[in-house]
Nanobody, 115 residues
Framework: QVQLVESGGGSVQAGGSLSLSCTAS????????MAWYRQVGGNERELVAR???????EYGDSVIGRFTISRNNAKATFTLQMNHLKPEDTGVYYC?????????WGQGTQVTVSS
């Protein structure tokens, strides 16, 4: 059974930093695309960052230069370091593990950035 557990959300003032972590179990982590998405209210989830097994990394336009993702295949963890946070970064952040068309989501963690 695939399980993704996020941690590290919270509240911070604009300009501050937070680090989110996703720990996976029940997956062959090495072969999965790992990604972070965020959702504000009832809007669609938007891509924050994606890390492919071959090392390719993609960031959403709004976070380039501020956020950094990394993965530790040995520990099956996936981390999002968020710096220079802005109020518009507020939302629920979800970890995603994907292989081909199969997608598995974490439960989400709230990030709130106050101005």
């Amino acid at each position: 059974q695939v399980q993704l557990v996020e941690s590290g959300g919270g509240s911070v003032q604009a300009g501050g930093s937070l680090s989110l972590s996703c720990t996976a179990s029940g997956v062959e982590f090495n072969g999965f695309i790992m990604a972070w998405y965020r959702q504000v209210g009832g809007n669609e989830r938007e891509l924050v960052a994606r890390h492919a097994p071959n090392g390719n990394i993609e960031y959403g336009d709004s976070v380039i230069g501020r956020f950094t993702i990394s993965r530790n295949n040995a520990k099956a963890t996936f981390t999002l370091q968020m710096n220079h946070l802005k109020p518009e970064d507020t939302g629920v952040y979800y970890c995603l593990a994907q292989v081909r068309t199969a997608k598995f989501w974490g439960q989400g963690t709230q990030v709130t950035v106050s101005s």
